[in-house]
């Protein structure tokens, strides 16, 4: 199946300091990726859709000052933790689906543990 | 928007036995469903899906059933073994806008298959 890599997996900051967490598709193109956010034990919830080539979409509560995203190439999308502070501290997933093909099946990122101290 | 509802939260079952989850979503419009397996801090792996215009579908001991009508959909694992306990969701593609494939995922259920 479609590969997502996601880098890096786990992150260690301190409060005030900017986070970049970095999504790819290896083998296939993805005009679309979605970042989710996952508190332990808990479901993922959508932050925003990245589109390649123009301006995210974010969800209802989600700062998108905060949560930067960049989707400059067709196999890239990045999310920018700006300011981190404790609470910001969670566990970050990227996914994408072949844009090319009818295909719905999402495959996901391995995961950023990101810990804000 | 999609609101997705999954039960039970946690399920302990015996090894054989088979395992269901239930899953409810309120979109009518929604037409792709799929589960993923999620173990403790890796990535949730795609297990099986289905689309509104079929009603069953399995791959060896996992199979998933849809009712449209009532808007609820499944997860039958059969013949249950250890590697099978983890976090299980269930999702739902509702919103077609903003870039299309955007699923909601359930609260998931933690599957625990006992010796």
């Known amino acids: 199946g479609a590969v997502v890599s996601q880098h890096p997996s786990r992150v260690i900051c301190k409060s005030g300091t900017s986070v970049k967490i970095e999504c790819r598709s290896l083998?296939?193109?993805?005009?679309?990726m979605f970042w989710y956010r996952q508190f332990p034990k808990q479901s993922l919830m959508l932050m925003a859709t990245?589109?390649?080539?123009?301006?995210?979409?974010?969800e209802q509560g989600v700062e998108k000052d905060k949560f930067l995203i960049n989707h400059a190439s067709l196999t890239l999308s990045t999310l920018t933790v700006t300011s981190a502070h404790p609470e910001d501290s969670s566990f970050y997933i990227c996914?994408?689906?072949?844009?090319?093909?009818?295909?719905?099946?999402?495959?996901f990122g391995s995961g950023t543990q990101l810990s804000v101290l | 928007g999609e609101n997705v509802e999954q039960h039970p939260s946690t399920l302990s079952v015996q090894e054989g036995d088979s395992a269901v989850i239930k899953c409810t979503y309120s979109?009518?419009?929604?037409?792709?469903f799929p589960w993923y397996k999620q173990e403790l801090g890796k990535r949730p792996q795609l297990i099986i899906d289905?689309?509104?215009?079929?009603g069953e579908k399995k791959d060896q001991r996992i199979a998933v059933t849809l009712n449209k009508t009532a808007k609820h959909f499944s997860l039958h694992i059969t013949e249950t073994q250890p590697e099978d306990s983890a976090v299980y969701f269930c999702?739902?593609?509702?919103?077609?806008?903003?870039?299309?494939?955007?699923?909601?995922f359930g609260t998931g259920t933690q599957l625990k298959v006992e010796l």
């Open positions: 996914s994408a689906r072949d844009s090319k093909t009818t295909n719905e099946k999402l495959f």
């Open positions: 083998d296939f193109q993805a005009t679309t």
């Open positions: 990245s589109n390649e080539g123009s301006k995210a979409t974010y």
């Open positions: 979109d009518s419009a929604s037409n792709y």
């Open positions: 289905i689309r509104s215009n079929v």
């Open positions: 999702a739902a593609k509702g919103d077609l806008t903003g870039g299309g494939n955007k699923l909601t």
